[in-house]
């Protein structure tokens, strides 16, 4: 066994307890890179909104299975509502609730993003033009069920009914499989009611970007074959999956090196959903099919609930990364507004791009954000 996977094996008996924190600003903050359990995630987003009044807010989205809230934390200049002409960004993470690595990813950005407010040119110029959301647990009572140290297994993917989140949205090819979950359907409420740009959807158990689509319609669906399915914005989610994959130190190399997955390889360190593997119900598709919203899903390791000790180095390999994907919506493509002969904002007007299947629809106030290529603009100085 190599010193990687002997160091990796070793690593998943080391047995960490999630930190309970008191409640009081500076006993939470800074946020620690550690596991938090749900108690000390809601208190830590709290601590964050009381520290931070003028550029947070705090709020749920709705219930889990079990009746726990859905916290979501906004960071944005005088949050509250949305603001024509400043495009919404989202970060969900552990919808796999024994995938844990982005639900303390989102708590330290939050704190990154908030403690360098008004010190660091970038991330001031990020929050004062971004509407920034993150719900870093989209499934709390899986993750009760989840054991720190548990790389490999499926105890706690599923929430407390037993249902897998990411096979219960609605499907264009399979329609309504299962009975729609709380927590499907509050994720589904809140991004019909926010007009989302982009999004990114925190995983785990392997290294890799997935983007759209992930499922295939049924005459091409063949046993053991697995095929490359394009939507027809395939160039965009090619170009944003690699802005994060390049920008992780190991990510863009395409060799996970995941003890259970040996053999994968991803060119780029990224991949098509149905060219990995197909999935019926899959939250990303649902965001391109129903919303503008632009979405992939981020593979952040191989282990899926690592030891405590190694928060940090994921923080580190992450961080980058997840600030240049919140950018991409004012990088990447085209804006504007919408208004009738009176200068009323027209809400609902459909943005149609020639050899674009995809429309995108202004919201209530008139606003739009269309995501194209060929020219992905950077902006260094930010």
Known sequence: MSPRCLTFWLGMLINFCPIGQARGSSAILPVQAAHHNNTALHQTL???????????????IGKSYQGKNLWVLEITRNPGKHTAGKPEFK?????????VVGRELLLLLADFLCSNYGRINRITK????TRIHLLPSMNPDGWESSKEGDCTSVR?????????LNRNFPDPYDGQ???LQPETRAVMSWIHQEPFVLSANLHGGTLVVNYPFDNLPKELKKVGERIYYSSPDDDIFVKIAKVYSMAHPTMHKGYPQCPIQRRERFKDGITNGAAWYPISGGMQDYNYYKTNCFEITLELGCCKYP??????PYWYANREALLKYIDLVHTTGIRGFIFDRKRRPLEGAKIVIDCRAKKIKTSKDGDFWRLLVPELLTNEDL
Request: glycine share 6%.
């Open 46 to 60: 709290e601590a964050l909104a009381a520290s931070y009044p003028k550029i947070t807010r705090l709020y749920s």
């Open 126 to 129: 990020l929050i004062d033009t």
């Open 307 to 312: 030891p405590a000790m190694y928060i940090k």
């Open 91 to 99: 970060y969900l993470a552990n919808m796999h609730g024994n995938e």
């Open 156 to 164: 706690g993917r599923f929430n407390a009914n037993g249902v897998d």
């Open 177 to 179: 499989r299962n009975e």
